[in-house]
C-alpha cells in the first residue's frame, strides 16, 4: 500500500525553465511533508518542507504547495539549473516537525538539458 | 563538521552469513533512523533509535534483523543468515530530535550473492 505516491518516474525541463514535480498521498493523518533531493551513491539531502496548517513554503528557487483537500503537493523550481538534475522523493510523517518517521514516494528523476 | 557517517560503503555477503552496518550521527544528534531502499523504490522506515532504547522498530523484519544504539559507539544494524532479498542500499539518518529534518547518510549497499 504505497501512502506516498510520485506518478512520474522521470522529468525532462530546460535549463531555465520552471520544474514541476507532484505528489499524491492517501493517509489522511500525515501532517509534514517534505522533498528531498539525491544524487547518485549519495544519501538525501533536505530541501524544503510544509506544515499542514500552510499551503505554501517558499526558499529562494524551491517552493512547495500544498493543496489538502485532494491530497495533493507540489514541488516548483525556478529556473532550473543543471545541478538541479536529481532525484527527488517527496516524503511525509504524522507528528510535528518532521523528525519522526517518514514515508517516502518512488521518486522522480528531474534531468535539466543545458 | 563531519555528517553522518556509514560504514563500509559497500558489503558483500554470501547468502547465509551475517552483515554489520555501523551508522555515526551527526554530532550533537541523540536520534538515530534506518531506512532501506530497494531497486527501483523509494526509501522504507526500518527503526527509530535513541541511545540505549529501541524507540519505533516498527519497520524492521521480524527475523533476522535487530539495531542497537549503545551508550558510546556507532548505531548497529545486523543482519543475520542473510539472503538475495537483503540486497539493497541501506540509509541511516539522525537529528538532535527537536524541529529539525533527518540528515541522511550515503548509505551502505549491500549485495547478497
Known amino acids: 500500500d504505497q501512502q506516498v505516491k510520485q506518478n512520474s518516474p522521470s522529468l525532462s525541463v530546460q535549463e531555465g525553465r520552471i520544474s514541476i514535480l507532484n505528489c499524491d498521498y492517501t493517509n489522511s493523518m500525515f501532517d509534514y511533508f517534505l522533498w528531498y533531493k539525491k544524487y547518485p551513491a549519495e544519501g538525501p539531502t533536505f530541501l524544503i518542507s510544509i506544515s499542514s496548517i500552510k499551503d505554501k513554503n517558499e526558499d529562494g528557487r524551491f517552493t512547495v504547495f500544498l493543496n489538502k483537500s485532494a491530497k495533493h503537493l507540489s514541488l516548483h523550481i525556478v529556473p532550473s539549473q543543471p545541478g538541479d538534475s536529481a532525484v527527488y522523493f517527496c516524503?511525509?510523517?504524522?507528528?510535528?516537525?518532521?523528525?519522526?518517521?517518514?514515508?517516502f514516494g518512488t521518486g522522480t528523476r528531474l534531468t535539466i538539458i543545458p | 563538521n563531519a555528517g553522518v557517517m556509514q560504514n563500509p560503503r559497500h558489503l558483500v555477503r554470501r547468502r547465509g552469513q551475517e552483515a554489520r552496518l555501523r551508522c555515526s550521527p551527526m554530532?550533537?544528534?541523540?536520534?538515530v533512523y534506518w531506512y532501506r531502499q530497494l531497486p527501483e523504490e523509494g526509501l522504507k522506515f526500518m527503526v527509530y533509535l535513541q541511545k540505549e532504547n529501541i524507540i519505533d522498530e516498527s519497520g524492521m523484519p521480524k527475523e533476522r534483523f535487530s539495531a542497537e544504539f549503545p551508550k558510546e559507539g556507532p548505531s548497529i544494524l545486523r543482519i543475520q543468515q542473510v539472503v538475495r532479498g537483503d540486497s539493497a542500499a541501506y540509509f541511516c539518518?539522525?537529528?538532535?530530535?527537536?524541529?529539525?529534518?533527518?540528515?541522511f547518510g550515503n548509505g551502505t549497499r549491500l549485495t547478497v550473492t
Open positions: 554530532k550533537g544528534h541523540s536520534h
Open positions: 539518518a539522525s537529528s538532535p530530535g527537536t524541529n529539525s529534518p533527518l540528515h
Open positions: 516524503a511525509a510523517s504524522v507528528g510535528n516537525f518532521g523528525n519522526e518517521k517518514l514515508t
